[in-house]
């Protein structure tokens, strides 16, 4: 979508890879500058690799991390610095580990919401610049009866046919268990992957089961993603929202917003992809216009003159509540996409997230931004 916009290769996301780090905060509650000291964040990077973060603000304008792959066993560290978009740039210092480690030297970006997500475009080629979206650690479960939405971050041969998005409730007892209902794009259950997963346990903000590799991170916001293993992909979501039921809702809860985050366009047959780093504001009719940035290193803002798209909400009743329809017109294509909308955080910000298929190609992309 913002796909042919891209006149610079360009960084990214929630959100949340093979070589890198990226960097930078943006505040839920102020729009920007640097994260919380020794923030934790867990994730998945298309294709289903497992990550740790770890950023430390030294300034309002600079700060560490390190990071480390589980799936790839590599890991990486450094220092960032807060740009003027609110992105952060990342130099990576120190790098340990497999072959698939990236150098020593080189730079990469990513986006902090703090105690929120991170979102990481990681350094390399389309190999590798495979989106990572990572959730804070939160100290608490969600209670029972909490109803989360998720659509799917898509792995390697991933369908259109496939899970693209979904519901869990969350039921406690002496063990977690989620009742799952996963659909693909035509609406269709995937019984497969759907009905209750039982024999969870929480622990430091991760959700797991010893028989399985799904691992689940949830945020103090509300904000979560998960892991299902390597190749499996994984999943990105928020909290329902009662009182978003139609499309209406969903245009009402956007206008005036402005927001950071990032498209990953992903070519599943080839396990490849490109994500890019996106600005976006919420209109007056309840539409979302949305850009990438020419030079992500020195610009404030998107250039919409140039690269807009516009997002819609279909006006329709939702999937389910929070969850709705829309479409996102470049200006060429005009595709169909499902979105979780959500209220995270304390102060109150709204946060976006969205998988669609490639009109022509079929291939997935997601859109995930938060409420600078």
């Given amino acids: 979508m913002f796909k042919k916009f891209l006149p610079w290769y360009l960084l990214a996301l929630v959100v949340l890879s093979l070589a890198f780090i990226y960097g930078c905060g943006a505040a839920p509650s102020s729009g920007g500058g640097g994260g919380v ?157 759907s009905g209750p997963q039982s024999g969870f346990v929480f622990s430091n903000g991760i ?29 990105a979501g928020a909290s329902a929202e009662a009182d978003i039921l139609d499309g209406t809702d969903a245009q009402n809860a956007v206008k005036g917003k402005i927001f950071r985050g990032v498209m990953f366009n992903y070519d599943p047959a080839n396990n490849s992809g490109e994500t890019q780093a996106i600005g976006a504001t919420g209109e007056s009719d309840g539409s979302i216009h949305g850009s990438d940035f020419a030079n992500i290193e020195t610009y404030v803002d998107p250039q919409f003159s140039d690269h807009m798209a516009t997002l819609e909400f279909t006006t329709g009743p939702a999937i389910s509540p929070g969850m709705v329809r829309g479409t996102l017109d470049n200006g060429t294509d005009l595709n169909d996409f499902v979105l979780v909308v959500a209220k995270i955080g304390d102060p109150e910000k709204i946060a976006v997230i969205g998988i669609t298929t490639q009109e022509g190609s079929g291939r997935p992309q997601n859109f995930i931004v938060i409420e600078r």
Wanted: aromatic share 12%; proline share 5%.
């Fill in 37 to 193: 000291s020794g923030t934790t964040y867990y994730g998945t990077q298309s294709g289903g690799d497992l990550w740790k973060w770890v950023i430390t603000a030294t300034s309002t304008t600079a700060g560490t991390f390190s990071g480390k792959n589980y799936t790839m066993t590599f890991e990486v560290s450094g220092t960032y610095e807060v740009l003027p978009s609110k992105f952060c740039k990342a130099w990576i210092n120190s790098s340990s580990g497999s072959s698939n480690k990236p150098p020593e030297g080189s730079t990469a970006y990513f986006l902090e919401f703090p105690n929120t997500m991170l979102l990481v475009k990681p350094t390399g080629d389309s190999n590798s610049d495979k989106v990572i979206v990572c959730a804070a650690s939160a100290s608490s479960a969600p209670s029972n009866g909490t109803i989360c939405n998720f659509i799917t971050i898509p792995w390697a041969g991933w369908l259109g046919t496939d899970a693209a998005y979904g519901t869990a409730e969350v039921i406690t007892g002496s063990t977690y268990t989620f009742e799952v209902l996963q659909q693909n794009f035509a609406g269709n259950v995937i019984a497969e992957s």
């Fill in 207 to 235: 959700f797991s089961n010893p028989t399985q590799d799904m691992k689940i991170f949830v945020t103090p916001s509300g904000v979560f993603a998960g892991d299902a293993g390597p190749g499996r992909g994984g999943i």
